[in-house]
């Protein structure tokens, strides 16, 4: 805004005795001058103290920043109208967000200058890109740890619900992004892979191998039912052939052929991050019954890697016998964290010397929760 500064003009030289007016005419002149410059004051006023209210207004759009105390953000608006308040609760209130939720996701949206939620809703990486930058802020400017985990709890519960409302379908392989994660299904053995690149001719994924870490050789032209699961948590399934072997990017490949005949799987709740994440878990056991139940930690230590994680549960690869069923306190350290769940086994699959346990969590405290999820959706930062 232009501020406009208002100063008498004042002549350098005046001859008095040529003004003729008289006294009456003087003082109505100089008390309609006066109310004149008053009046003038007062617009402007008004006006400069409506564009702090709204920095919508027509001049103001392409330089003015807004600012929240409540979030501590500051953003750029670039030109375009942010969204209207009623038209983002409607859609708000259709997608399922709660009251908390709708106001945690205007936060997100606002402090990224979005002018169009729609367009953001259907794009999984510019949903992430408004979250991640949400999330920094919170993480910044909470006055208090306590108050940081909760605003970040209810930010990931809001990506959370908005996880299976975004993004479209797929429509060919060639659309698959590197490293997104892949299960081939060869008879009756699964091996996970990941897609090292999906240009070109062929379909390249990391080269399968066996339970001691040896590579697998698939014949040729042999048929494959492959599922793999996008970063917004969309499984989709298709059937593939091997054309062959190669090196793609440095790494060993095995190349498949496209489809265009992927079909959608169930959506999971909560997405999903494969990883190698080395973990301790101990053997957890109830005690009593009733209300004076009590769970006891076996203090002899396991060790293996969670292989997949989630907020809803792990997977974990051991050399430690572990039954189906069994209840165990996980701990593992992300960054400069370590987080600890209950968990129970849901079922578990030998693969030559190691079992897989499949974990549904039990319990976990907010900050749990919170480092799961910045891990998940790669919002942590250095």
Request: net charge positive; glycine share 8%; charged share 20%.
């Amino acid at each position: 805004m232009s501020i406009v500064n208002i100063m008498p003009l004042l002549p350098l030289q005046a001859d008095i005795t040529a003004m003729q007016w008289t006294k009456n005419e003087t003082s109505t002149d100089a008390i309609i001058f006066v109310i004149g410059v008053v009046v003038i004051i007062a617009v402007l006023i008004i006006i400069n103290s409506i564009r702090k209210k709204n920095p919508m207004m027509s001049g103001d759009i392409s330089r003015k920043s807004t600012s929240s105390s409540s979030g501590g953000r500051s953003s750029s608006v670039t030109g375009q109208r942010l969204f209207s308040g009623f038209a983002f609760r409607r859609l708000a209130k259709n997608i399922g967000l709660d009251h908390d939720q709708t106001k945690m996701f205007e936060f997100v949206l606002r402090s990224d200058s979005v002018a169009d939620p729609e367009r953001s809703i259907k794009n999984p990486e510019l949903l992430d890109r408004h979250f991640r930058r949400a999330y920094r802020i919170i993480d910044q400017s909470s006055s208090t740890d306590e108050e940081a985990q909760e605003r970040l709890a209810l930010l990931f519960s809001t990506r959370n619900l908005l996880e299976n409302v975004s993004g479209s379908g797929l429509a060919s392989t060639r659309q698959l992004q590197e490293n997104t994660t892949t299960v081939l299904h060869v008879g009756k053995e699964k091996y996970n892979t990941a897609i090292i690149s999906s240009k070109g001719e062929n379909l390249a994924v990391e080269r399968p191998e066996n339970a001691l870490g040896s590579p697998i050789n698939i014949p040729r032209g042999n048929k494959l039912n492959i599922v793999v699961f996008t970063k917004n948590n969309k499984g989709f399934s298709f059937e593939s052939r091997v054309l062959g072997y190669s090196t793609t990017q440095g790494l060993p490949s095995m190349l498949l052929a496209h489809s265009s005949q992927l079909k959608m799987l169930s959506h999971r709740r909560f997405r999903r991050k494969q990883s190698v994440i080395a973990c301790m878990f101990f053997f957890v056991y109830v005690e009593g019954s009733g209300k004076k139940q009590r769970l006891i930690v076996d203090k002899r230590r396991l060790t293996g890697n969670i292989m997949d994680i989630s907020v809803g549960g792990c997977s974990i690869k051991t050399t430690a016998p572990v039954a189906g069923g069994a209840r165990l306190k996980i701990e593992f350290t992300q960054g400069d964290i370590t987080a600890a769940a209950l968990g129970q086994g849901l079922r578990t699959n030998r693969t030559g010397i190691n079992t897989i346990i499949h974990i549904k969590f039990l319990r976990a405290a907010v900050r749990t929760m919170n480092t799961i999820n910045a891990y998940v959706y790669d919002y942590a930062y250095e």
